[in-house]
């Protein structure tokens, strides 16, 4: 699909993009509708195996699933393979790369509950908003989970699973992820 085409149908879908917005591959970008997602100026989706060669797995995936969501992309962001996934909120700060295949995520996807799983009662999905500051790097295949926030000019390593408050300028990395270093 011709990434001009690809444009169109974001701005159907009411997805707002700014200037010089570089799509390689075809992305998964769906917006529900009354939810906000924005993509600033500048920004590369790398949704090709051969666009980025850490190797991706999938072309990026950027959604908001409820009416209610939001989805807010800075300037100058660079995403690769990854799933960018919000019921509630996902701020995601200028000039930040986010790695091959990582995952960012404000929700759980299911109740944790048998009986509300086993009903698929999806009011009791717990969420809660994601923030990842300015000058931030996720590594390739980190998972990002509900609640947490990136100070800014934080670094994320490879493969690390994070959840909670981080200050800035920290290295994290493991699973779970903790404070490494501070630069």
């Not at 993509?39 to 409820?66: A, E, K, P, W």
């Not at 000019?153 to 408050?165: D, K, T």
């Amino acid at each position: 699909m011709n990434s001009n085409w690809f444009k169109l149908l974001m701005r159907v879908t009411k997805v707002r993009y700014g200037k010089g917005l570089i799509l390689k591959g075809v992305p998964v970008i769906y917006n529900k509708s009354g939810a906000l997602l924005t993509i600033g100026d500048h920004v590369v989706i790398n949704s090709s195996f051969l666009s980025n060669l850490v190797g991706l797995y999938q072309r990026t995936i950027i959604m908001t699933r409820t009416p209610e969501a939001k989805i807010e992309i800075g300037n100058r962001v660079g995403i690769s393979g990854a799933t960018i996934y919000a019921r509630e909120s996902i701020t995601i700060g200028d000039n930040t790369n986010i790695g091959g295949n990582a995952k960012i995520l404000d929700n759980d996807f299911h109740p944790l509950e048998i009986e509300a799983r086993n009903a698929d009662i999806k009011e009791k999905i717990r969420t809660r908003p994601v923030t990842i500051g300015k000058n931030c790097f996720i590594g390739c295949n980190s998972i990002i989970l509900k609640g947490t926030v990136l100070g800014d000019g934080c670094v994320v390593g490879a493969g690390a699973v994070v959840s909670g408050v981080f200050a800035d300028n920290c290295v994290i990395a493991g699973n779970p992820a903790k404070v490494i270093k501070k630069l």
